[in-house]
């Protein structure tokens, strides 16, 4: 049995947290990691992974308690993604966007400003979302990108909805939709275009479960991608689909007072990479200590250059843990400055460093460590994905804290 990434005695985790990832660990080493090699070889969706989700409630991990989830927070559901991502990266990334359509509309959006009758008109809407989740075992997904400067937060969304009598019809393009074709439900962001109306703004931004049988709904291209393999990212495409207004997820407005107010929603994805980079340290003291089943009991531990190579593994794995953490910890409406700067830096690290931790254990483990019979191979390809996840890639997470380093609010050269 895995050791637990987070020792909940060590990081004083509640109760509650250290039970739901001691669920999550127990899962994905039971029942992700001997599937994710197949799944990565023929990049097909793990259906039966969610088939299992389903049948022990991690599907409904973030939905509150009293519409009958697990009820996690924020840092629970951090907690638990990684202990997933140690063992299947794809299934866990997949996971965390079915799981953050719960989250965002569940604990986060009970942080934001709404009136009373739009309270209970939103909380009457995602009932009806959680108790497919939890009844009929739907699974939904987040395809945000659409290839422009919108899943960055530059610009408005291109996929537009026209308001018609009881809904939208929705027109657009969403590019590396994970989960498309195998989603019952895809919780695209598109931008509300009223007749006459132009040019799109943000402001407008809706977020809409758009049923996946649809009219209008289609899944182009290939999937053949370095990593994550098992996502199936493929193209998502809709022409005047026809979307009632039960499918609105937040109300309007909701998604941009989110992402302004409560900016940690994006250091969503860094936890399954946090669990890759742990994964990748542990196989690669597992190989050198001759422990990793299957192979040789051959240990290579006692050469100076292996030991140096896995302290200054362990090194980085502590830095990107310790400052995570920490970020996750005080995630939250209306955060500081120095926490939202803090945060970009923690997704940086967890993204740059478990590639980086990943590419080291190639290296130091050696020729036969690298064979598709064992997990690191996979784990390296799977890695080097992280950095470019938007809205918070790890270029754009400099770019934005250097600029508020430099400059305090409202300040220009
Ligand atoms: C395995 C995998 C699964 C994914 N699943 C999903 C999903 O389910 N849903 C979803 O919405 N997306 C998903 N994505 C998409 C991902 O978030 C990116 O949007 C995607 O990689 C698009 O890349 P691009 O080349 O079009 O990015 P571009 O927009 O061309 O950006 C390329 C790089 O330029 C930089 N850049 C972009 N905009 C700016 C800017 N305004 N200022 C400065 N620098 C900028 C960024 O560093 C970025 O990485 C997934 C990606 C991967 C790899």
Same mark, same amino acid.
């Given at each position: 049995m895995a050791e637990p990434l987070f020792d909940p005695a060590a990081f004083r985790l509640t109760p509650?947290?250290?039970?739901?990832?001691?669920?999550?660990? !127990?899962?994905?080493?039971?029942?992700?990691? +001997?599937?994710?090699?197949?799944?990565?070889?023929?990049? &097909? *969706?793990?259906?039966?992974?969610?088939?299992?989700?389903? @049948?022990?409630?991690?599907? @409904?991990?973030?939905?509150?308690?009293?519409?009958?989830?697990l009820g996690a927070g924020f840092r629970a559901y951090c907690l638990a993604a990684a202990e997933l991502g140690r063992f299947c990266g794809a299934t866990?990334?997949?996971?965390?966007?079915?799981?953050?359509?719960?989250?965002?509309?569940?604990?986060?959006?009970?942080?934001? !400003?709404?009136? =009373?009758?739009?309270?209970?008109?939103?909380?009457?809407?995602? &009932?009806?979302?959680?108790?497919?989740?939890?009844?009929? @075992?739907?699974?939904? %997904?987040?395809? *945000?990108? !659409?290839?422009?400067?919108?899943?960055?937060?530059?610009?408005?969304?291109?996929?537009?909805?026209?308001?018609?009598?009881? @809904?939208?019809?929705?027109?657009?393009?969403?590019? *590396?939709?994970?989960?498309?074709?195998?989603?019952?439900?895809?919780?695209?962001?598109?931008?509300?275009?009223?007749?006459?109306?132009? =040019?799109? %703004? &943000?402001?407008?931004?809706?977020?809409?479960?758009? +049923? &996946?049988?649809? +009219?209008?709904? %289609?899944?182009?291209?290939?999937?053949? =991608?370095?990593g994550m393999r098992g996502t199936v990212s493929r193209t998502l495409v809709f022409e005047d689909v026809p979307v009632g207004a039960e499918a609105a997820l937040m109300p309007p407005g909701l998604y941009m007072q989110a992402a302004s107010r409560w900016p940690h929603m994006f250091l969503t994805l860094s936890p399954i990479y946090m669990g890759i980079a742990q994964a990748a340290y542990d196989f690669t003291v597992a190989y050198l200590r001759g422990e990793v089943p299957g192979m040789p009991p051959v240990k290579r531990r006692m050469y100076a250059t292996k030991q140096i190579a896995v302290a200054e593994m362990r090194i980085a794995l502590e830095q990107a843990k310790a400052l995570w953490f920490q970020a996750v910890t005080e995630a939250g409406p209306d955060p500081s400055p120095e926490q939202v700067q803090r945060a970009w830096a923690a997704q940086y690290s967890v993204m740059e460093n478990a590639a980086a931790i990943a590419a080291r254990a190639v290296r130091t483990c050696g020729g036969q460590a690298m064979l598709k019979s064992l997990p690191l191979e996979r784990l390296y390809r799977d890695a080097r994905c992280g950095s470019l996840m938007l809205p918070w890639t790890a270029e754009l997470c400099v770019d934005r804290l250097g600029r508020d380093c430099l400059y305090k609010k409202g300040e220009t050269d």
């Open positions: 509650e947290e250290a039970a739901l990832t001691a669920k999550a660990r !127990e899962f994905g080493e039971a029942v992700l990691a +001997p599937r994710a090699a197949s799944w990565d070889r023929e990049a &097909r *969706f793990p259906t039966e992974n969610y088939r299992d989700m389903a @049948g022990n409630g991690l599907l @409904g991990l973030c939905i509150p308690r009293a519409e009958g989830g866990a990334l997949t996971w965390n966007m079915h799981v953050c359509s719960t989250l965002w509309t569940g604990a986060l959006s009970d942080d934001l !400003e709404m009136d =009373p009758a739009l309270r209970d008109a939103h909380h009457a809407r995602r &009932r009806l979302h959680y108790r497919r989740i939890l009844e009929e @075992g739907a699974v939904y %997904s987040q395809p *945000f990108s !659409e290839g422009g400067a919108a899943a960055a937060g530059a610009a408005a969304f291109g996929t537009v909805a026209r308001p018609v009598p009881g @809904g939208w019809r929705v027109t657009g393009r969403k590019i *590396f939709a994970s989960l498309a074709g195998h989603a019952d439900y895809y919780g695209i962001l598109c931008t509300e275009q009223r007749e006459g109306e132009a =040019p799109l %703004s &943000r402001r407008d931004t809706l977020y809409l479960a758009i +049923p &996946r049988d649809a +009219p209008g709904v %289609s899944v182009v291209g290939e999937w053949d =991608p370095l």
